[in-house]
């Protein structure tokens, strides 16, 4: 019965909303009727800072805490001093057409030292540890029942509710749990009636921390492993606090903090435990001073974000009213959820975790993926309306270009900065240590167009005037790093994204000219030259990116109909591989957009395939919006909702163990999207691709009118719906009502007074 049970939440809690209210509770709340048995059942919770996820437990509660500089490793250079030497001899043999030889070079000579992700140095990030309170004194059993478990997106508070006997009568235990965004603080309401409150509280954590713990304060404190002996590493410091007790009710206020941002700007002593405990100590302090605030405080905070978007859509009554609320309104608005408790106020961009990690070691390390992962990550923020979110990943580019720099000198010879596949806390931009899929140097690139395009949304020119060292920078890179190749420049050496093809019979990664990077190429020198139009500056070499750019390779067509992946037609290994890099110009990019180029990517969808893994689905749901084809891009939506119940690869603290499969992609009893295992980007470009379906805005006429597409793809499932405060790029933001298929109202709020045309389904 369980497994029937445990994902009910999704197929039922949504038969209640209703565009007759404009009460977004009505269908924005996860509910749960059973203890949390793995952490994918817990309920996520987050203020930027930190996460906890409690899981509901009956004589013993489990919050998994994080903190988001709980980094390992530290700063390094993993340089390679001989690779210049054998770029022009692997760059020769690309030339001639031996892909197997120039890739065998490259194993040998051209990765970054120290075995990049695997090094102690390049780090992982970590969970905090567990908070554990114990309420076994209160039961002398487990009997329990009307239980309820719940996570409110209305208000980014959760709640866990039931009945027990105590002295043969009915007695009732609520708890109320929620992540200050106001305030910094994890705060643990407890409340009984009918019995007497009793319990007992600590941390738990297996990293040889130090704890401390009476009736009312628990404390823990460690460093993580720098990676090299003799270093320190990053030092933490947890506090939790009993604020407010009596017999019948309990408030704990937990807060942490590391000194990582203290090693990056280079403070002399790094901080100190005794720093670090001043600064907790502080926090609590005031969030005691304001104990009985604090939940109005944070619901106020929160919702300054949150309430942003209202949006609904489903299958319509007779009148055209929603009779039921499709389960895409949900996920869209846990996608922003999920970006507003990982982003404000933090200091790093949400990783492959969020800020959420059951693990010591987090599976990829939990690391910044610059070959879609971290991109995808913040898709949805600009339409989402949380553009002044973008702080994080912003200092985080900016922060990666010196190592960047590096790079491009040590292994290029080049000027500018490059950024590969693997990023990290410390700025890790080299080359991986294999080459068959640590070789894409367009990392840079890519996630600088993100910077891009938060201007492009928000047309802030002193952003713009920020952030144009950094684009100029990664577009100098690859601008350097062109080659020649039949008429053309290419890049080279590099990869289509961790998909190889057969040469003479033998599995290939390493090439000249795979298409993304051209597609990037294009996308980034565009930016750089309007960008220097805009900020009056750098005339001659806009000119010269816009005459580089004109050398670029046109996309082919292969004969069977599909977009080629790389220059040369190459036998795929395999046809439904989970990347379609190549359709990076379709999205998030804008070079696909001719009719031949979309019936090409319709193409390369079709043999890629409905299914993959997690982020691979959302992916998908973007494209075929983009095609505006809402059908398609729906039934990826549902593939993406296909229920699972795994847990990580290792065994966790609940004992589940999982081996990696394809098999295990859709998603969790707590809506987190499974890889598998979890990986956030697929909640995250889920939410955007659902967006897109609704909203678009990246075409752009010659005569410079941006053209705004209202329901481009919305399928035939969203019979009737609204959805209020998207944005669409230059500054504008749309509500739209439609009902049986035909928009009722449409307000477009123009205050840049951008030149628009306006594009109805």
Known sequence: MRKILWFLPLTLLLSCGSNKTDKQSDYLDINLNYPASMWEETLPLGNGSLGAMPDGGITKETIVLNEETMWSGSEWDPSNRDALKYLPEIRKKLLK?????????????????????????????????????????MFSDTAYYDYSRKLSLNNAVANTAFAFNYNGKRATFKRTYFTSIADGVI??????????LKFSFDFKRSGGEVFYHDDNIATMSGMLDSGEPGKDGVKFFAKAKVAKRSDNEAVILIYARTNYRQIINNVADNGDYEMLRGYVDNVLTEATKNIDNLEAHHIREYQKYFNRVDVA??????????????????????????????????DLPPNLQGIWADALHTAWNGDYHLNINVQMNHWLMETGNLSDLSEPITRYVEELVPSGEITAKTFYGTGGWAGHVLANAWHFTAPAENPTWGATFTGGAWISLQLWEHFLFTKDTAYLQRVYPVIKGAAEFLRQNLLE???????????????????????CCVCAGPVMDTQICMEIFSAVSQAAEILNTDADYAETLKTTAAKLPPMKISPNGYLQEWMEDYEEIEPTHRHV?????????????TPELYAAAKETLKRRGDYGTGWSMAWKICFWARLGDGNHAYRLFRNLLKPVRTATCAPDQWGNTISYSGDG???????????????????FGGSAGIMEMLLQSHEVKPDGTRIIRILPAIPDEWKS??????????GITVDCEWKNGKITNLNIDNPLNEKIEVVKR
């Open 97 to 137: 057409g031996d892909n197997l030889a120039a890739e065998q070079l490259m194993k040998e000579h051209f990765t970054c030292t120290g075995n990049g992700g695997e090094n102690p140095r390049y780090g992982c990030y970590q969970t905090l540890g567990r908070f554990e309170i114990d309420f076994s004194q």
């Open 187 to 196: 705060v643990v309401k407890l409340e009984t009636k009918g019995a007497p």
């Open 313 to 346: 859509m489903g299958k319509a009554d007779s009148n055209g009213e929603i009779a039921n609320v499709d389960s895409a309104a949900l996920y869209l608005q846990f996608g922003r959820y999920l970006f507003i408790c990982s982003s404000v106020n933090a």
């Open 485 to 507: 190749y039949n008429g053309y420049l290419v890049t080279g050496p590099s990869t289509s994204p961790e998909n190889a093809f057969r040469f003479n019979g033998k599995r």
């Open 581 to 593: 890099s190549h359709l990076f110009g379709l999205y998030p990019g804008t070079t696909i957009n």
């Open 665 to 683: 992609a859709g998603t969790f009893a707590n809506l987190f999207c499974s890889h598998p295992p979890f990986q956030i980007d697929g909640n």
């Open 721 to 730: 719906g609204h959805f209020r405060g998207l944005k669409a790029r230059g």
